[in-house]
């Protein structure tokens, strides 16, 4: 079993976000810093508006902070451009998201292919690494269903080995069991340990789910935008 | 490739809407194209005009005539080559309707279809006419369409010139080329001017207008001002002109009719444009999330609007082709209904070229919009949209 690593993945310092809605500036963090080391496994929890998603997209380079640092593999993502800001998120996050954001026109192999073409793999080399991850996520006799022929726990299967297939530096997953029942959210979650315990994938998860918490190695609590930091619950 | 194959997947995620925005395009290019046609058609006989021929007309109105001893006279003006007349006839073939109506003149047999090269003569049919008084020449297509063959006898009854005129077919003259209209009836002017003289010899010794052929096509203006100088001050002044401006002038009395149907012709373009870009701004904003998604993945925002310009580009394209395609047998089928209305009524390539390029340009603009809005948008925004 792989563990987290001394060495951080992520190095948040004194990260501040807000919105304007209308005219008034609406806080959502305020003066964050976290470090999320290499192979951990991260819940990010707290109510409703706490500022968990913002963080987290954050995290994954699709928002950008107002104020602060914001370091993952030693870039600070903060200072890219636009178009490099996208081409890091290609080689550097997997997404997984609640409600699987999959292609519909797409077939299961086709959108974990997805972000292998902006690659220069070969067609053979993409191909077997579709396969590959279908196989770790037990959906190799569904590769050419489409979403809609799939359940919700094999879409966000499907979803886990489109994040898998471009081997991200961080896994990002904002609620992947909210849409789910509790069995699926089961085999979701052990799926997700065993990307971490055996793959030694950084995994940062926002969750409402005390059953998800219990599979991550570490929790943060946020509250009105600020951390309040939480014993590791499983480790 | 890739980008195709998810456009193309992409166009039929709402059979219903494409399909029905796929017909609203076929009908839109459809009828564009036959309107550009009827326009065309239009002005089929000023396009059939010779540059080296000049017409001369009474200067006051066409409905005055010229004295035939005028002749000789534009025949001696420097740089004509030949002058024929041709007088318009107006007579009823069996009845009203527009189905028999067709184009008679009075022509000079022994020339007149020297000066017609577009015409195609056979020797025989041409001597056979010249020597019968009342023989008559008639186009292709009118044989074709009243069934005359040679030898038969029409009758017509005179109108501008009254009683029954008796005429027998002599020839049938072919196109050169399918732009020549052979709709009309050519007889002797010979025979009319005979005829007149009996009935009301103050009307004799007169024709229509003077058909004038010069040597050089560039010298055209400067002839038709010798030709009218030459008569300045006379009982009868002549306006000289071109004969395409002499036909255009005919059209120019229809023109606004012309106008309207060119106008409503680029009015079916706008409406099916706001059709199509209805249908593509439908569609982006339903779709807002999976753009996000692919922006998340690090598929660029020209990546997403090449998607949308894309699917609008590929629907208007099969719209247009199918268009273009049933262009031609609705074309046909038009012909066939006006009958000889339009004897040249055909799809030309400018017509096909301009459907394509109304087509491709309803599909990039409504496209355009939709794809800025989708390339602009931010990811979180994107995600949080629900279609």
């Known amino acids: 079993m792989a563990g987290a690593s001394e060495r951080p993945i992520v190095r948040i310092t004194h990260l501040a976000k807000g919105y304007r809605r209308g005219d008034q500036d609406v806080p959502v963090l305020f003066d964050i810093t976290l470090a999320i080391a290499e192979g951990d496994f991260i819940a990010l929890m707290g109510p ?42 290609a080689s550097h996050v997997g997404f997984i998201f609640q409600f699987y954001n999959l292609m519909p026109v797409l077939n299961a192999f086709e959108n974990v292919e997805l972000p292998l073409l902006l ?22 006799d569904r590769m050419d269903h489409y979403p809609n022929e799939l359940s919700g726990g094999q879409q966000q299967r499907v979803a886990i080995a489109r994040a898998l297939i471009a081997d991200p530096t961080i896994i990002v997953a904002d609620e992947p069991t909210g849409d789910l029942d509790r069995k ?52 | 490739m890739y980008l195709l194959k998810l456009v193309f997947k992409n166009i039929f995620r709402h059979k219903l809407r494409s399909l029905l925005t796929l017909f609203g395009l076929v009908v839109a290019i459809l009828a564009f194209g036959l309107m550009q046609t009827v326009v065309n058609a239009w002005y089929a006989g000023s396009d059939m005009a010779s540059a080296q021929r000049l017409v001369t007309r009474n200067a006051v109105s066409l409905v005055f005539p010229l004295p035939i001893y005028y002749r000789d006279r ?49 020797r025989d049919e041409l001597l056979a006419f010249r020597k019968d008084r009342r023989g008559v020449m008639v186009g292709r297509l009118l044989a074709d369409q009243h069934g005359f063959k040679v030898g038969d006898a029409i009758a017509l009854k005179g109108t ?52 004038v052929q010069i040597a050089d ?49 680029f009015v079916v373009i706008v409406i099916i444009f706001a059709v199509v870009a209805n249908t593509m701004a439908m569609t982006a904003r ?21 998607l949308i310009v894309g699917e609008s580009l590929m629907i208007t394209a099969l719209g247009g082709a199918l268009g273009i395609l049933a262009s031609f047998p609705a074309a046909a089928g038009f012909k066939a209904a006006m009958g000889s209305f339009f004897p040249v009524f055909k799809v030309a390539p400018e017509t096909v070229a301009m459907q394509a390029a109304s087509a491709l340009a309803v599909g990039v603009l409504a496209g355009i919009l939709p794809a800025a809005r989708a390339a602009r948008v931010k990811i979180v925004d994107g995600l949080r949209y629900i279609g």
Do not use: C
Not at chain 1, 133 to 138: E, F, K, N, T
Not at chain 2, 287 to 305: D, I, N, Q, S
């Open chain 2, 286 to 306: 339903e779709r807002l999330a999976e753009y996000a998604t692919l922006k998340a993945l690090g598929f660029g925002p020209g990546f997403v609007a090449a």
């Open chain 2, 74 to 122: 534009i025949k001696a003006i420097d740089g004509v080559t030949a002058v024929t007349v041709s007088n318009w006839f107006g007579g009823i073939y069996k009845d009203m309707t527009p189905a028999n109506f067709f184009a008679q003149f009075a022509v000079d047999q022994d020339n007149f279809f020297d000066l017609y090269p577009e015409f195609k003569v056979n």
């Open chain 1, 184 to 235: 699926s959210a089961g085999e979701i979650l052990g799926l997700l340990r065993r990307l971490n315990e055996e793959m030694g994938k950084t995994i940062i998860m926002v969750t409402h789910d005390w059953h998800a918490v219990e599979s991550a190695r570490r929790v943060v609590h946020l509250e009105k935008g600020e951390l309040v930091d939480a014993p590791a619950s499983h480790a």
């Open chain 2, 160 to 211: 501008i010139y009254p009683g029954t005129w008796d005429f027998v077919v002599r020839g049938i003259y072919e196109p050169k080329d399918e732009t020549t209209i052979t709709r009309q009836l050519y007889f002797h002017w010979d025979y009319l001017n005979e005829q007149i003289r009996k009935l009301y010899p103050r009307r004799a010794e007169q024709v229509g207008v003077f058909i």
């Open chain 1, 48 to 89: 409703s508006g706490s500022g968990k998603s913002t963080l987290l997209n954050l995290i994954a380079g699709i928002d950008k902070p107002d104020a602060g640092e914001l370091l993952v593999g030693g870039e600070d993502i903060t200072r890219l451009s636009e178009s490099a800001l996208a081409d890091w998120r």
């Open chain 2, 217 to 265: 096509g560039s010298r055209a203006a400067e002839v038709s001002q010798n030709v009218d100088r030459e008569f300045r001050n006379s009982l009868a002044e002549t306006l000289t002109e071109t004969e395409k401006a002499f036909q255009l002038s005919f059209i120019a009395q229809t023109e606004t009719i012309v106008m309207a149907v060119r106008v409503v012709s």
């Open chain 1, 119 to 140: 690659t220069s793999l070969s067609r053979r080399e993409r191909r077997e690494r579709v396969e590959m991850a279908l196989s770790l996520v037990g959906l190799s």
